[in-house]
């Protein structure tokens, strides 16, 4: 049973890794709340406050020109019963290079709080005011928005608004409330975070630290409890080391400066150079060793005995096992900073959970120190399986870049091939067919090492159809999509699906399951009106990946299929195309401000201003004057939920 646990965990690693998803949505990351501050008889504060979802900005109230729109207020004060007195006050705020406006601006985030004095002449119970506002994260800026705020004399109350709304509420929030898909997002972080604690537990630099670490609580300290006790604030110490090292990465890179770069082509080359590192520090290439004259020192300090004594024993685990967890730490924070917000302190609370865990319940329950496995090679071979794990992930990072670019350096079969190298080199290993250099001698293969091997060895065996066409629907949104492909329809067939030439009207081109697709939104019009049928707008990306298992797991289901293949017309406008529009083209956005130099940038922008959405895929169907004809949607891997919403759409139409 222990090996079998020792060595399918890996797998499931990579399995939880590939069903996290983020699903596209309509964002509404600010909420508005209002209060007023009396000073004396006759002055007040109007107190407006801005609470924003992690990972977004508010901007100031002076902007450069060509940057995002400034918030404003405006004060009714048409009636006369009250006067302004001087400007609207706003906090300090975080003056930094904005990556999206490429100048320096002002901005809030988490929350913003701006006070507008006035001096009362008659009474009054309540005054209006509007505020104009826009709000962007990292990658993306959100229509500019006008919210109507109203500040109450009656009672003490504040008001709360958000999308226009103005509700009463007893107090002010003291945080902002996260949004359901941010939660879950938090959680898969913390999640897969843990299991990568897990696994490190399982490597040759933690695993035989639990039996000798506990046993030295237990012997030195005069009583059980006393033992339990250090053992437990050992635990406790790793995870606070972990934390604070989170908390740091947090503090240095900003609650968001790394959030949604899944299609920057440099974050992704960057990732792909990290886990390759990674990978062949796992395989034994090299170690990740830090100083040793750090772990000299901390050692010396252990010696000391009490709380400090036991806090360095903790600080030097998280040293001397660096070699082993450095490169799953560095790949955790790396993914959690990306999400952005306090990820990264979500992930190492997770990671630290799984390490101290151990420690904790060993010494509570000593006897069960003697069911644990002996150390031996099969802890080096979970490194091992962990550096194959992160070199075949590494290339699904080069491969965004690649898919980004459209430089077709990585297509389909390039890529299955790759995988199908590594996780066939993968399953030669653990058949004990191939040895690395820190391997132990193997004699023999224990039950649970050959349970994995033929695992990988049949996921192998999967993979190969897909380089004739098959569509591994296990691993879709992984390879690139497969019309991105040398031979779109499978080796020895280039003429089609069915084997016949496909008649292409102006403009339009090949999509995925052989659909008639275009990608420019005019000359899709154009023939939707030639034909007279519906259009489905379709809001993709190059690395999308939920956009790839639409396309690979709902798309072809038949009754979808033949909807999008025979009674509306198919438009896939691909926001992370980075094609320079020729420069007459070229133009400032009227909702972000900012100048919209490539197809990519167009088509969000479009996205933006018409329907006030950002994420993808997301899917709008229209008749020919572009007017809806249902609510649109999103990421739906329920084939019969998104059969339903195209037969109501084309039903409207008709």
């Known amino acids: 049973m222990h090996n079998t646990v020792r060595f399918i965990f890996p797998f499931l690693l990579i399995i939880l890794s590939f069903s996290s998803e983020i699903e596209a949505q309509v964002v509404d990351p600010i909420k508005w709340t209002t209060e007023t501050e009396k000073i004396s008889d006759t002055e007040y504060l109007l107190i407006s406050k801005a609470t924003l979802d992690v990972g977004w900005h508010l901007y100031s109230q002076q902007v450069p020109d060509g940057g995002p729109v400034a918030t404003s207020f405006m004060y009714d004060d048409s009636n006369g019963d009250f006067r302004i007195v001087g400007n609207t006050k706003e906090e ?23 006070k507008q004095k006035i001096e009362v002449i008659e009474e009054v119970e309540r005054i209006q005011a509007f505020v104009e506002y826009m709000v962007c994260d990292d990658t993306r800026c959100l229509p500019p928005e006008e919210e109507e705020l109203t500040f109450n004399f009656t009672e003490k109350t504040t008001a709360e608004t958000s999308t226009g709304s103005v509700t009463a509420v007893n107090s002010i929030s003291p945080e902002a409330e996260s949004s359901a898909s941010e939660s879950r997002g938090l959680l898969t972080i913390f999640f897969l975070s843990f299991l990568g604690g897990f696994a490190a537990l399982l490597t040759p630099c933690v695993f035989p630290m639990i039996p000798m670490t506990v046993s030295f609580f237990t012997k030195q300290s005069k009583t059980r409890a006393s033992g339990i006790k250090n053992a ?8 606070v080391i972990y934390v604070v090292l989170g908390s740091v990465v947090t503090a240095i890179f900003g609650a968001d400066s790394l959030n949604a770069l899944s299609t920057n082509v440099v974050f992704n080359l960057v990732f792909f150079a990290l886990l390759v590192f990674f990978a062949c520090s796992f395989l034994g290439a090299f170690e990740l060793v830090l100083p040793s004259s750090w772990a000299t020192k901390i050692d010396s300090q252990a ?5 400090i004594g036991i806090f360095f024993m903790a600080l030097a685990l998280a040293i001397v096992s660096f070699s082993c967890t450095g490169p799953i730490v560095g790949t955790l924070l790396v993914e959690s900073a990306s999400k952005g917000g306090i990820a990264p302190i979500v992930g190492m609370l997770g990671f630290s959970l799984a390490i101290a865990l151990p420690f904790a319940l060993f010494a509570a329950f000593p006897g069960w120190l003697n069911s644990l496995p002996k150390s031996g090679g099969w802890l080096n071979t979970v490194k091992v399986v962990l550096g194959f794990l992160e070199l075949a992930f590494a290339f699904k990072f080069l491969s965004n870049a690649d898919l980004v670019l459209q430089l077709h350096l990585l297509e389909r079969e390039t890529f299955l091939a790759i995988w199908i190298a590594i996780f066939g080199v993968l399953a030669f290993y653990l058949f004990g067919k191939i040895t690395l250099p820190h391997d132990s001698p193997l004699p023999h293969i224990s039950v649970g090492r050959l349970g994995l091997g033929l695992f990988v060895l049949a996921f192998v065996v999967y993979m190969i159809p897909g380089l004739w066409g098959a569509p591994l629907q296990w691993i879709s949104g992984f390879p690139p999509p497969t019309q991105y492909s040398e031979s779109p329809y499978g080796v020895g067939n280039s003429k089609g699906v069915a084997g016949t030439s496909i008649e292409l009207p102006d403009q339009a081109e090949l999509g995925p399951l052989d659909l008639i697709t275009f990608k420019d939104y005019e000359a899709g019009m154009a023939y939707a009106k030639k034909v007279n049928k ?9 690395a999308c990946v939920n956009c790839r298992k639409m396309e690979e797991r709902v798309w072809p289901e038949p009754q979808v299929q033949q909807v999008l293949r025979d009674e509306l017309v198919l438009i896939s406008l691909y926001v992370d195309d980075k094609k320079e ?18 197809i990519g940038n167009m088509w969000s922008d479009f996205q933006i201003k018409h329907y006030k959405a950002n994420a993808q895929p997301y899917y709008v169907l229209i008749n ?8 649109p949607t999103a990421y739906d891997p329920d084939a019969e939920s998104y059969l339903n ?10």
Do not use: H
Request: no cysteine; proline share 4%; aromatic share 14%.
């Open 645 to 654: 919403w195209l037969k109501e759409g084309i039903k409207s139409y008709n």
């Open 303 to 307: 010696d000391r005995g009490g709380l």
């Open 534 to 542: 519906p259009v489905m707008l379709d809001f993709t990306g190059y």
């Open 581 to 598: 529009l020729p420069e007459a083209e070229q133009y400032v956005s009227e909702t972000t401000g900012k100048k919209i130099t490539t």
């Open 92 to 114: 300090e705020g975080k003056v930094i290079q904005d990556p999206v406006f490429e100048m320096e601006i002002k901005y809030f985030e988490n929350s913003a709080i701006f």
């Open 232 to 239: 437990l604030l050992y635990g406790l110490f790793i995870i």
């Open 624 to 631: 020919n004057q572009g007017e809806n004809l249902n609510d």
